[in-house]
């Protein structure tokens, strides 16, 4: 398995360092991207389900917040990477300036959300400290692509990111969707929590991302 996905990283690298702007990763940021706005919406919505009980007001409040900010990251994303698609050869590059700057914003606002957060309940806390972990690593993994498809990147960024995506192979749309369900819905033996993460499960059909929670379809 590991080899597996050792190979899967040097032939991206490889594929993209020769194809320099190719278009071929599009379709599966693309995926990622989609099924990485209700992951985050369901950090939000869990928590809110804990509210009184394992989640203070004050830990509510910071969720919602960087929950929202790191949405409006991630769609914005979305509408860059489609924007890119479309763009011609010479809008590209700032294009991908723009795709970059939002995948940090991402990536800031979730970093910064663990540090902020006090919950006295070890499940929950476990619970949002795995999820959070494992968006995290997959945003990291998106932005370790994005210099290898950039014609204007230096040979030194290009090298430093063929380093990161070895060591760091991005999950495809699929793998990050079971590594999420399985994560968000394992068993932790805090009833109310186990409740609340059961229907939390992130589907993908083609570009749409559908997720349970509270009975909403999107």
Same mark, same amino acid.
């Given at each position: 398995?590991?080899? /597996?996905?050792?190979? !899967?990283? !040097?032939?991206?690298?490889?594929?993209?360092?020769?194809? %320099?702007?190719?278009?071929?990763?599009?379709?599966?940021?693309?995926?990622? &991207? %989609?099924?990485?706005?209700?992951?985050?919406?369901?950090?939000?919505?869990?928590?809110?389900?804990?509210?009184?009980?394992?989640?203070?007001?004050?830990?509510?409040?910071?969720?919602?917040?960087?929950?929202?900010?790191? /949405?409006?990251?991630?769609?914005?994303?979305?509408?860059?990477?489609?924007? $890119?698609?479309?763009?011609?050869?010479?809008?590209?590059?700032?294009?991908?300036?723009?795709?970059?700057?939002?995948?940090? /914003? *991402?990536?800031?606002?979730?970093?910064?959300?663990?540090?902020?957060?006090?919950?006295?309940?070890?499940?929950?806390?476990?619970?949002?400290?795995?999820?959070?972990?494992? @968006? !995290?690593?997959?945003?990291?993994?998106?932005?370790?692509?994005?210099?290898?498809?950039?014609?204007? *990147?230096?040979?030194?960024?290009?090298? @430093?990111?063929? @380093?990161? &995506?070895?060591?760091?192979?991005?999950?495809?749309?699929?793998?990050?969707?079971?590594? $999420?369900?399985?994560?968000?819905?394992?068993?932790? /033996?805090?009833?109310?929590?186990?409740?609340?993460?059961?229907?939390?499960?992130?589907? !993908?059909?083609?570009?749409?991302?559908?997720?349970?929670?509270?009975?909403?379809?999107?």
């Amino acid at each position: 398995m590991k080899f /597996g996905k050792t190979m !899967l990283a !040097l032939t991206l690298c490889v594929t993209l360092m020769c194809t %320099a702007c190719s278009t071929a990763w599009i379709s599966e940021a693309e995926q990622i &991207v %989609a099924a990485l706005v209700p992951a985050a919406a369901n950090i939000v919505a869990l928590v809110a389900m804990l509210q009184g009980e394992s989640v203070s007001a004050n830990d509510l409040e910071t969720i919602q917040n960087a929950g929202s900010q790191a /949405g409006a990251d991630l769609q914005l994303l979305q509408s860059l990477i489609a924007a $890119y698609q479309k763009a011609g050869a010479a809008a590209q590059p700032g294009i991908l300036n723009q795709v970059q700057a939002a995948i940090k /914003g *991402a990536q800031s606002t979730m970093n910064g959300l663990l540090p902020a957060l006090h919950i006295k309940d070890a499940a929950t806390q476990a619970k949002i400290t795995a999820v959070v972990g494992i @968006m !995290l690593s997959e945003i990291q993994s998106l932005a370790a692509i994005v210099p290898l498809v950039d014609p204007s *990147a230096s040979p030194g960024t290009r090298a @430093m990111a063929v @380093m990161q &995506v070895k060591k760091q192979p991005p999950l495809t749309a699929s793998e990050f969707v079971s590594s $999420y369900n399985t994560t968000m819905t394992a068993k932790t /033996g805090n009833a109310e929590l186990d409740h609340a993460t059961a229907g939390m499960r992130i589907h !993908l059909h083609g570009q749409f991302a559908r997720w349970a929670s509270a009975g909403l379809l999107k």
